[in-house]
């Protein structure tokens, strides 16, 4: 109602000769308005049984056969033995030659990627139809030794963790990979980017000047970290990778 | 991000980082390498560097490896004058310069000893060791690293500079040097180190302990000589070719006087100047003159007169080699002719 009144008001001061530009004036837009009257129904809710368990969803299950579907309650399993299912023929069987985030694709409606999902398992049991790559596989179990799950996740270039849109996880198990993988670069499974780093020579003469001025016994004094030194200008080089 | 950094904690505090230091192990073998001296005094030598420098080679691919790298680019195509590319050239020249720059080979820093103020009145009051930081700006700063007093106050009352591993801890956290942990990470423990060597990613462990420790400290010593002496003992000195870190490797094999097998490798491969030269850098070492002359009579009075006698049978091998190799030479040239 509001555009069409402003477009006839357009159209009109456009075909007088004498074109005044008029501020227009928008009316306030409130709720009250002759055409909005309230309506009020009376519904009936019956309320039965078998209802409420469906809104609820299916029954939790440990059954193996409901793996990865929702309701299941996934096992716990030692990262020892995910060690030895990533080497097994079920793997190969499953997986084949592809990462294992390849074969999953989170449902997006449209061309906007949904928010990343919090967690996939809530209360023991997978609470969505389409649990991310991890979740929905007992025996994958992110661990610092399993480097084999861990470096389908990261970038081959950079040693970080990939896009969450391209390997679909939940944040639950994102955070795990994380942790994880800073685990695996500590103990030096999975290498890791840092800046090179390059040394000061000027310090390293004057450390051994300093060494052949004084007589020996040598000065301790030299190479406590209480130093006697005045405050000395040092070039600041940036430190640029190349 | 909170809880990420919780696990962390608790991970370290499980994994006992402060035992794990085998200082007596360390101690006994800084013992009987620096028994002879302060290597660095050679190591800064104009001639010892050029040396090193010839010894180290310049091959591109490997020079300007990176292992990982901070951010994906793409490559860039730029069209220049000639100018414009010669001044490419000349920063490529300053990035190879940096790149081949070699860690200093130093003697390990001695752990203070002195007591600065003893008030044992204080000691009932104090329930755990107190660590006190000066944050001022005015002191010397080496690049990368600074040189700030440290300071603990002991349980017994003592008030005593800190030891070297709380020191580089402290000052990571006040003055962080990017790329360096706070506390070690877990692969330069001795028990860790030994299955990475096995890989033979020689490269990335030494470059990450450039990042991590400083040139004179006992971690750093450690772990590069233990590096060196696995590389010794597979052979696999042209992992390190052309990288910043096989000047310093064939310092410390003609420092400890093992270069028997470095010169057997080179002979292999026919780098008879660079056999030369590891013999010369040997002798300017332990104070010997330099001989010049005939390739292979220098090499070979070296093999009969100075060779250490524990690893003379890798050098004796490599030297029969050659001559076969080498009669064969002259017979294909007589045969030709």
Same mark, same amino acid.
């Given at each position: 109602m509001m555009a069409r009144t402003l477009f006839s008001r357009l159209i009109i001061s456009q075909s007088c000769h004498n074109v005044i530009i008029q501020q227009l004036k928008l009316a306030p837009f409130t709720?009250?308005?002759?055409?909005?009257?309230?309506?009020?129904?009376?519904?009936?809710?019956?309320?039965?049984?078998?209802?409420?368990?469906?809104?609820k969803g299916p029954k939790k299950t440990s059954d193996p056969k409901m793996e990865?579907?929702?309701?299941?309650?996934?096992?716990?399993?030692?990262?020892?033995?995910?060690?030895?299912?990533?080497?097994?023929?079920?793997?190969?069987?499953?997986?084949?030659?592809?990462?294992?985030?390849?074969?999953?694709?989170?449902?997006?409606?449209?061309?906007?990627?949904?928010?990343?999902?919090?967690t996939c398992i809530r209360q023991g049991a997978i609470s969505t139809a389409s649990?991310?790559?991890?979740?929905?596989?007992?025996?994958?179990?992110l661990d610092y030794r399993n480097i084999k799950l861990l470096k389908q996740f990261i970038s081959e270039i950079t040693g970080k963790p990939r896009n969450l849109r391209q390997i679909g996880l939940c944040m639950r198990q994102f955070k795990k990979l994380q942790l994880e993988l800073a685990k695996a670069q500590d103990y030096g499974y999975i290498e890791k980017s840092f800046p090179f780093r390059n040394y000061d020579y000027t310090y390293y003469y004057n450390l051994v000047s300093k060494n052949k001025m004084s007589e020996s016994p040598e000065d301790t004094s030299q190479n406590t970290n209480i130093p006697a030194g005045e405050p000395s200008q040092n070039t600041t080089e940036q430190q640029s990778s190349p | 991000m909170a809880a990420l950094r919780k696990n962390m904690q608790s991970f370290r505090k499980l994994n006992n980082i402060c035992t794990s230091y085998c200082r007596t192990s360390i101690a006994r073998h800084l013992k009987t390498i620096f028994s002879k001296g302060d290597p660095l005094e050679y190591f800064l030598r104009g001639d010892v560097e050029t040396i090193l420098r010839r010894i180290t080679g310049f091959d591109p691919e490997r020079t300007f490896f990176h292992h990982k790298v901070k951010y994906a680019n793409r490559p860039t195509y730029k069209v220049l004058t000639d100018e414009e590319l010669q001044q490419e050239y000349q920063k490529g020249e300053e990035i190879k310069e940096r790149r081949l720059q070699m860690p200093p080979f130093m003697n390990c820093r001695e752990e203070p000893d002195t007591i600065i103020a003893d008030d044992p009145d204080i000691a009932p009051a104090i329930d755990s060791n107190y660590v006190f930081v000066d944050i001022s700006e005015?002191?010397?700063?080496?690049?990368?690293?600074?040189?700030?007093? $440290?300071?603990?106050?002991?349980?017994?009352?003592?008030?005593?500079?800190?030891?070297?591993?709380?020191?580089?801890?402290?000052?990571?956290?006040?003055?962080?040097?990017?790329?360096?942990? $706070?506390?070690p990470p877990k692969m330069f423990e001795e028990d860790n180190l030994e299955p990475l060597l096995k890989e033979?990613?020689?490269?990335?462990?030494?470059?990450?302990?450039?990042?991590q420790f400083e040139p004179d400290s006992s971690d750093f010593i450690r772990v590069t000589h233990r590096i060196y002496e696995h590389i010794a003992a597979h052979h696999c000195f042209d992992c390190l070719r052309s990288t910043r870190f096989f000047g310093p490797m064939a310092f410390y094999f003609a420092w400890i006087n093992k270069i028997e097998p470095l010169l057997a490798e080179m002979i292999g491969r026919d780098l008879l100047v660079d056999a030369i030269d590891l013999i010369n850098l040997k002798r300017i070492i332990h104070n010997q003159s330099i001989k010049e002359g005939?390739?292979?009579?220098?090499?070979?009075?070296?093999?009969?007169?100075?060779?250490?006698?524990?690893?003379?049978?890798?050098?004796?091998?490599?030297?029969?080699?050659?001559?076969?190799?080498?009669?064969?030479?002259?017979?294909k040239k007589q045969e030709s002719c």
């Open positions: 709720c009250r308005t002759a055409s909005m009257v309230r309506q009020i129904s009376c519904t009936v809710c019956k309320f039965e049984e078998s209802d409420s368990d469906e809104r990865g579907c929702k309701g299941y309650i996934p096992r716990f399993v030692d990262p020892e033995e995910s060690l030895r299912y990533m080497d097994s023929e079920a793997y190969k069987d499953v997986y084949k030659d592809e990462p294992v985030w390849k074969p999953y694709r989170k449902n997006a409606k449209g061309n906007f990627y949904p928010k990343i999902r919090k649990p991310c790559p991890i979740c929905r596989d007992d025996y994958l179990v | 005015d002191y010397e700063r080496i690049k990368g690293y600074s040189l700030r007093p $440290v300071v603990i106050r002991h349980e017994n009352g003592q008030l005593k500079p800190a030891d070297w591993h709380t020191f580089d801890r402290v000052s990571q956290i006040y003055f962080p040097v990017p790329g360096r942990e $706070v506390y033979e990613n020689y490269l990335y462990i030494l470059e990450r302990a450039c990042v005939d390739i292979l009579k220098i090499i070979k009075d070296y093999y009969l007169e100075d060779s250490n006698k524990h690893h003379i049978e890798v050098l004796r091998d490599a030297l029969n080699d050659l001559e076969k190799r080498l009669e064969a030479k002259m017979q």
